[in-house]
Structure formats: C-alpha cells, structure tokens
C-alpha cells in the first residue's frame, strides 16, 4: 500500500508534521527569556529639574502678492523691484525671521513669480509658501 495512493480500500491519513513548529517556538521562549532582564535593566539617576516657559513668539506673515500685469505688493502695498530688494533685506534681518506667503493671479507670467522668488531668497528670507485659493 503507497502512501500517495487514493485507492477506496485504503485509509488515507495524513498528519502534519508539528516538530519544526516545536522547534521554532522553543527558540523563540529562549531569545525572549534571556532579553527580557536586558530590557529592564536600568540605572536610577537623580536628574536635575528645571522648569521652563515655552516660547510661543509667532513671526510675523508677509502676504506678497503679484498681480496678473506683473505688479507686486507688499501687504497690500505697490512696490517696484528696488523697493521690494529693500523691504525684503529689512524682514530678513528681523528676528524671529517672517514668513513670506506668496500670492499671484492665476494668469500671472511664471518668470514674475520666479523672479520675487529669487529676490526673495536673495535677500536673506528662507521661509516662504504659496496661498492659493480651494476650488469651490
């Protein structure tokens, strides 16, 4: 009589081998069992204590908008590119540094944009990001 054989006279048992099985979970109570006492192991410091404030000083927002013929504004004010370069210097060396939130018509030329970016950078300014509006 084979094993494999599915004959009607034969009684076909098949078990699963469970000793591998064993095994492993024997391992792994041991691995467990000797990292354990690692684990809680701890050394009692006295640390010093302090107390502090935490520091909630918000930078002020510069909301620099440009419009679709090109026009730049600071804070709702017009400015020209010499104007911008100074007002920018002049935010870079405040502390804590503004953020600077961009705003440009949707049919605004990229190089505009790109150039206030560039002033922007140039002039010290590292926080910046993009207002747009949620399409309704």
Same mark, same amino acid.
Not at 43 to 65: F, G, H, M, W, Y
Not at 83 to 95: E, F, G, H, S
């Given at each position: 009589?084979?094993? *494999?054989?599915?004959?009607?006279?034969?009684?076909?048992?098949?078990?699963?081998?469970? +000793?591998?099985?064993?095994?492993?979970? /024997?391992?792994?109570?041991?691995?467990?069992?000797? +990292?354990?006492?690692?684990?809680?192991?701890?050394?009692?410091?006295?640390?010093? #204590? @302090? =107390?502090?404030?935490?520091?909630?000083?918000?930078?002020?927002?510069?909301? /620099?908008?440009?419009?679709?013929?090109?026009?730049?504004?600071?804070?709702?004010?017009?400015?020209?590119?010499?104007?911008? =370069?100074?007002?920018?210097?002049? =935010? @870079?060396?405040? +502390?804590?540094?503004?953020? /600077?939130?961009? #705003?440009?018509? #949707?049919?605004?030329?990229?190089?505009?944009?790109?150039?206030?970016?560039?002033?922007?950078?140039? *002039? *010290? /300014?590292?926080?910046? *990001?993009?207002?747009?509006?949620?399409?309704?």
């Amino acid at each position: 009589m084979a094993m *494999g054989s599915l004959s009607d006279d034969d009684d076909f048992n098949p078990e699963i081998n469970t +000793t591998p099985l064993v095994d492993v979970m /024997l391992v792994l109570l041991i691995i467990f069992i000797m +990292t354990i006492p690692v684990m809680n192991h701890a050394v009692k410091l006295d640390l010093p #204590r @302090a =107390a502090s404030q935490p520091d909630d000083v918000k930078p002020e927002t510069i909301n /620099l908008s440009i419009a679709a013929d090109g026009k730049v504004f600071w804070n709702n004010e017009e400015l020209d590119e010499s104007q911008l =370069a100074n007002r920018i210097a002049d =935010a @870079a060396k405040v +502390t804590p540094q503004p953020e /600077l939130h961009l #705003r440009a018509d #949707r049919t605004t030329q990229y190089e505009k944009v790109a150039q206030v970016m560039s002033a922007a950078q140039a *002039g *010290g /300014l590292t926080k910046m *990001g993009f207002v747009t509006e949620v399409p309704k």
